[in-house]
Structures are given as structure tokens and as C-alpha cells.
């Protein structure tokens, strides 16, 4: 009897030597996964306005926008009205703030809130003034605009 109680003692200490270094390999590699990631995570911003460039779409209700933002600094904005038979472009500058994270458009882009208000836009010409839209880059997917209004998603680089 000694010896089976001795048997399962024995047995019970090397199976919690065994948890106690795979609990200890868990506390040594999750710093090490675990820093690299949130600092990934952290830097959800581009960088710079070369990772801004490429070709970006957006629909919101009656629209379907193209935003094309080239590495000189000129953008090139297709609006077109899902349902009619409408379309027309807007060209001009933006630029990138890196500590704020914005994307600033000269006076000539187009939001796409309403209808009449891009149908206005694209027909007139007149300028609504400056528009200041966040950009985002989480797990390589990049965005500008917000989750409030009209969001341009990233589908190629140039």
C-alpha cells in the first residue's frame, strides 16, 4: 500500500512540474508576442503620404465614388449616382497631416452625404471648402473617411 500511495505521490509531482514549465514557457513567450503586436496594433495610422497613395472606393446610400490620390499630391474624385445615369470627376490637391491623421482635400472634392448636394456640386462647381477626412490603417487595410459618414477603402497601390 506504501508503495502504491508513494507510486501516485510521485506521479502527481511530476505531472505539476511538468504544468508548472509549460505555465512558465507561456509567461516567457507571451511578452514576447504580445509587445510586438500591441505595437503593431498601436501604429494604426500610415506613416507618411507614400502609404496613402493608390486607388480607393466608397459608396454611400445614392453614390459610388473612385478617389485616386497620386504621389504628387493631386487627386483625381468619379462620382457617380447608383440609380441615374450620372457621373463626373473632381480634380485637385490633398495633403497628409502624420500627427494628426488626417487627409486634407482642397475646395474642389466632393462629399457624398446627399444626392442633391453632389449633383450641386459636380454641376456648379462651387466649392464647399476644405474637407479633413481621418485615415486608418488597421491589419494592413487602408481608409479614409469615417465610420459616421462616407468611408474610401483602399484597393490598390499605384
Same mark, same amino acid.
Given at each position: 500500500?506504501?508503495?502504491?500511495? /508513494?507510486?501516485?505521490?510521485?506521479?502527481?509531482?511530476?505531472?505539476?512540474?511538468?504544468?508548472?514549465? &509549460? %505555465? /512558465?514557457?507561456?509567461?516567457?513567450?507571451?511578452?514576447?508576442? +504580445?509587445?510586438?503586436?500591441?505595437?503593431?496594433?498601436?501604429?494604426?495610422?500610415?506613416?507618411?503620404?507614400?502609404?496613402?497613395?493608390?486607388?480607393?472606393?466608397?459608396?454611400?446610400?445614392?453614390?459610388?465614388?473612385?478617389?485616386?490620390?497620386?504621389?504628387?499630391?493631386?487627386?483625381?474624385?468619379?462620382?457617380?449616382?447608383?440609380?441615374?445615369?450620372? /457621373?463626373?470627376? /473632381?480634380?485637385?490637391?490633398?495633403?497628409?497631416?502624420?500627427?494628426?491623421?488626417?487627409? &486634407?482635400?482642397?475646395? #474642389?472634392?466632393?462629399?457624398?452625404?446627399?444626392?442633391? #448636394?453632389?449633383?450641386?456640386? +459636380?454641376?456648379?462647381?462651387?466649392?464647399?471648402?476644405?474637407?479633413? +477626412?481621418?485615415?486608418? %490603417?488597421?491589419?494592413?487595410?487602408?481608409?479614409?473617411?469615417?465610420?459616421?459618414?462616407?468611408?474610401?477603402?483602399?484597393?490598390?497601390?499605384?
Amino acid at each position: 500500500m506504501k508503495v502504491r500511495i /508513494a507510486g501516485i505521490l510521485t506521479y502527481e509531482l511530476n505531472r505539476q512540474r511538468r504544468s508548472m514549465n &509549460t %505555465n /512558465a514557457i507561456g509567461r516567457r513567450l507571451g511578452p514576447i508576442i +504580445l509587445v510586438p503586436l500591441l505595437c503593431w496594433l498601436i501604429s494604426c495610422h500610415p506613416n507618411d503620404d507614400s502609404e496613402l497613395t493608390g486607388v480607393y472606393s466608397a459608396e454611400h446610400n445614392w453614390t459610388k465614388a473612385t478617389l485616386t490620390l497620386y504621389p504628387d499630391h493631386r487627386f483625381v474624385q468619379v462620382v457617380a449616382l447608383i440609380e441615374h445615369d450620372f /457621373a463626373d470627376s /473632381a480634380s485637385g490637391l490633398w495633403s497628409y497631416d502624420a500627427e494628426t491623421h488626417y487627409v &486634407t482635400f482642397d475646395s #474642389n472634392f466632393v462629399g457624398l452625404m446627399s444626392v442633391p #448636394n453632389v449633383v450641386h456640386d +459636380l454641376q456648379s462647381r462651387q466649392a464647399f471648402g476644405l474637407h479633413a +477626412l481621418p485615415a486608418d %490603417n488597421y491589419f494592413g487595410s487602408v481608409t479614409i473617411g469615417s465610420s459616421e459618414g462616407v468611408v474610401y477603402k483602399k484597393r490598390s497601390a499605384l
